[in-house]
């Protein structure tokens, strides 16, 4: 269970960081577009049009190099750590990314359309050339959308590196034990219900414990070596036989006679 739930986190990590990279992709697109063509135009270029393809060519590398890396260092506490916080980083980056192209929210209609080129009418070339202020529009309401959806990926794979260095250290913890088969992971939880539930003691055998000693209510009651309890509290003397103790406390021998029906 536990080693599917690790994979499982992977692969969803994994595409959030490809849907980051698609969203970086097209905003570092768009925006190579608008200082290439604002370059040979002889065009005032906007400080914001450098910050966003700044922005957009730093995600591109981030979220390639968190895609190869996801494979090895998933769930490592430093990786994971340095990734929560540039994922904040790009949180707040692609905020501005979405402020920076907030007029792209218009309907991109009318005379007066604000874009990277200038403002203009809506069906006019740009110095007599492609694209129109409306292309040039629509392609601004493409960075915000694309920009807003990055922002809420970003802080999906937050969470989800912490989560999977909560994974990696339970898994640590707990390894392969009889509640998951002898495999990787940790034990199947009980549910909300089985909170309320008895837990269960695991009885695990140590080999270093001595056997339990004998109860007193099972041992023999015996007197002396001579004499051992039986049957309704009498005594047998396991040292005599036919009335001739075997050895005599005096010292004595006892005078030895064939049995009947032996011979030596």
Not at 94 to 109: E, K, N, Q
Not at 198 to 223: C, F, G, K, W
Request: proline share 5%; glycine share 10%.
């Amino acid at each position: 269970m536990g080693a599917k739930g690790g994979f499982a986190l992977k692969l969803l990590q994994w595409f959030v960081r490809g849907i980051q990279f698609c969203c970086s992709a097209l905003v570092l697109a768009i925006f190579s577009y608008f200082l290439a063509v604002l370059a040979n135009r002889n065009l005032t270029i906007p400080t914001y049009t450098r910050a966003v393809e700044g922005i957009s060519g730093i995600g591109v590398l981030y979220t390639i190099l968190g895609l190869l890396l996801l494979c090895c260092l998933a769930g490592h506490p430093f990786t994971s750590f340095i990734a929560i916080v540039l994922d904040i980083c790009f949180i707040g980056s692609f905020i501005y990314v979405a402020i920076a192209t907030r007029d792209g929210a218009s309907s991109c209609t009318g005379t007066s359309i604000n874009t990277p080129f200038g403002r203009g009418n809506a069906e006019d070339l740009i110095n007599g050339q492609h694209p129109t202020y409306r292309q040039a529009c629509q392609m601004q309401s493409a960075c915000l959308a694309v920009s807003i959806v990055a922002v809420i990926f970003f802080i999906i794979s937050a969470l989800i590196e912490f989560v999977l260095v909560r994974h990696r250290r339970k898994e640590q913890r707990f390894g392969p034990s009889p509640a998951n088969n002898y495999t990787s992971g940790y034990g199947r939880r009980r549910g909300l219900f089985g909170l309320f539930r008895r837990r269960e003691t695991a009885v695990s055998e140590d080999p270093n414990i001595l056997p339990e000693h004998a109860h007193p209510d099972q041992m023999r009651q015996s007197y002396n070596t001579e004499a051992t309890a039986v049957e309704n509290g009498t005594t047998y003397n396991k040292y005599q036989h036919d009335g001739q103790v075997a050895y005599p406390e005096t010292g004595t021998a006892v005078p030895h006679t064939q049995p009947a029906g032996y011979r030596y």
